[in-house]
DNA sequence: CTTACATCCTGATTGC
DNA sequence: TGCAATCAGGATGTAA
């Protein structure tokens, strides 16, 4: 489930291959994705070069030459690879790679998504801001304006979990249901704790949890993130660092209390019920 | 404004 | 064994 490390990890791996590269063609196998791309797309990238990969929030901003940008997400089960257009790796079905881009290093871009629940779209970059993806996003959890008064104000009078909060991303934008887990655990605080009932040391807790917590996933290249040629769909390192996210009935590492889980939100929630309070 | 919940989709897993 | 039901979940749209 790509979140804010995995994307983050997607985007230097690309940007090694990727940057400097000029789109030849493009060609949309499936434009059914969650939103349908539209049906100038392959024409409106083709001849573009890439100059620059950005991240927001989960969301991946490829920009091309001509004063337009790619916005795309990877939804639940999307991945973009960088490899040769004949050859597909081992996890990858040839059935999903819905969109792909003819470079002119003789590679492609792919875009393959089995659930769709994905987006790729083509928009003048001055108008990435604004866009509906964008314009309502909270602030980055590394390096902008999320701390402890910010999430204090936030949270004032709010019922919702508090790990709804966190995967919020009008509240604190890029944060999804593993590294919410991940990081309420490290901040000793239980997933289903109102979020307007939590202390203020609580809350900085949370915040000082967060940027470790990301920082630690983008450091092992994510959790699920399939390296971007290796065909072996290896699984990206921090899964084995996960303290609580499905460890349901396993002994939690600091204390031995067995992991419980709970639905949260429509969500599985994991937690120590020792060490989170 | 806030919260709750259904919806999109396919593949993996579980249940009978 | 085989097939059906269930689960997974990010963003969004609708309803309360």
């Keep these: 489930m790509p979140e804010l490390p995995e994307v983050e990890s997607l985007k230097r791996l690309l940007a090694r291959s990727i940057i400097g590269r000029t789109i030849v063609s493009a060609r949309i196998n499936e434009p059914r994705l ?24 989960k969301y991946l901003i490829i920009d091309l030459s001509g004063g337009v940008s790619l916005l795309g997400h990877l939804g639940m089960s999307g991945s973009l690879t960088y490899r040769d257009a004949r050859f597909v790796p ?79 991303q009008r509240v604190v934008a890029g944060i999804g249901n593993i590294y919410a887990a991940e990081i309420l655990f490290r901040a000793g605080v239980r997933p289903t704790r109102r979020a ?37 769909g290896r699984p990206g390192d921090f899964v084995t660092r996960l303290q609580v996210y499905g460890r349901a009935g396993e002994p939690c590492y600091t204390c031995s209390t067995t992991i419980r889980s709970t639905t949260v939100g429509q969500r599985s929630s994991f937690y120590c019920p020792t060490c989170q309070r």
């Design 34 to 57: 969650r939103r349908a791309v539209a049906a100038d797309f392959a024409a409106a990238v083709s001849g573009r070069r890439i100059e620059k990969l950005r991240r927001r929030a």
């Design 90 to 168: 081992d996890k990858f079905d040839a059935r999903h790679d819905h969109i792909q881009f003819q470079l002119d290093d003789g590679n492609a871009l792919v875009y393959n998504d089995p659930r769709r629940f994905g987006l790729l779209k083509l928009l003048p970059t001055v108008e990435l801001e604004s866009s509906v993806e964008l314009a309502a996003l909270g602030p980055e959890p590394i390096g902008d304006s999320f701390d402890a008064a910010y999430l204090a104000k936030t949270a004032r009078g709010r019922k919702a979990a508090i790990k709804n909060l966190l995967m919020d």
């Design 196 to 232: 307007g009932r939590l202390k203020r040391i609580e809350l900085e807790r949370i915040v000082e949890a967060t940027a470790p917590i990301l920082r630690a996933a983008i450091d092992g290249r994510g959790t699920t993130f399939r390296t971007y040629r290796d065909s072996s």
